[in-house]
T-cell receptor
Framework: DTAVSQTPKYLVTQMGNDKSIKCEQN?????MYWYKQDSKKFLKIMFS???????INETVPNRFSPKSPDKAHLNLHINSLELGDSAVYFC????????????FGPGTRLTVT | AQTVTQSQPEMSVQEAETVTLSCTYD???????LFWYKQPPSRQMILVIR??????QNATENRFSVNFQKAAKSFSLKISDSQLGDAAMYFC?????????????FGKGTLLTVNP
């Protein structure tokens, strides 16, 4: 059984479009994250949700809007896509506190043409 | 803000030999966690090893061990008896101890090649 899943794994779209990436975890975790990995492989936090509440918003353009309908899901909606949004987006989850490991999804490679 | 630096963009090692990947970090906090993650070509992020800053003993996981020097803010990863499957991008990461901000702050990564 997949612990953290993301759909789709690949997404190719044109500039100006709106797209969503879905994330689901079946680990019973209460905290979920979105990270962006750029073309140079640099990983950076975008958002974090704890029990459906936004905890971290790391100066991400407001074209990006996360939504957490419940503790097991954290979706990422992107409006008016730009070339610079091309990247791999990773969802992750963990339990709050302690040294709990963050479990990563397989990533979604977004290509904006 | 915390920063993590990996000064070796690329490293290579012969199969069965030992390699050490470097990581330094900057923080004003006394308690925190440090991690090494592996990202093979499959893109999946895999936790290799973790270290709690309050522990003096270096963490070890099978062929993987760390050299944690808190005063020097250094956290290197040693891979012994390197295997072809160890070839991957390796990321060093920092996480705060307390509060509600559990984000991982990553270094830029080291690409490890294992030569047969």
């Amino acid at each position: 059984d997949t612990a953290v899943s993301q759909t789709p794994k690949y997404l190719v779209t044109q500039m100006g479009n709106d797209k969503s990436i879905k994330c689901e975890q079946n680990l019973g975790h209460d905290t979920m994250y979105w990270y962006k990995q750029d073309s140079k492989k640099f990983l950076k936090i975008m958002f974090s949700y704890n029990n459906k509440e936004l905890i971290i918003n790391e100066t991400v353009p407001n074209r990006f809007s996360p939504k957490s309908p419940d503790k097991a899901h954290l979706n990422l909606h992107i409006n008016s896509l730009e070339l610079g949004d091309s990247a791999v987006y990773f969802c992750a989850s963990s339990l709050e506190g302690g040294s709990y490991e963050q479990y990563f999804g397989p990533g979604t490679r977004l290509t904006v043409t | 803000a915390q920063t993590v630096t990996q000064s070796q963009p690329e490293m290579s090692v012969q199969e069965a030999e030992t390699v050490t990947l470097s990581c330094t970090y900057d923080t004003s906090e006394s308690d925190y966690y440090l991690f090494w993650y592996k990202q093979p070509p499959s893109r999946q992020m895999i936790l290799v090893i973790r270290q709690e800053a309050y522990k003096q003993q270096n963490a070890t996981e099978n062929r993987f061990s760390v050299n944690f020097q808190k005063a020097a803010k250094s956290f290197s990863l040693k891979i012994s008896d390197s295997q072809l499957g160890d070839a991957a991008m390796y990321f060093c990461a920092y996480r705060r101890w307390g509060g509600s901000n559990y984000k991982l702050t990553f270094g830029k990564g080291t690409l490890l090649t294992v030569n047969p």
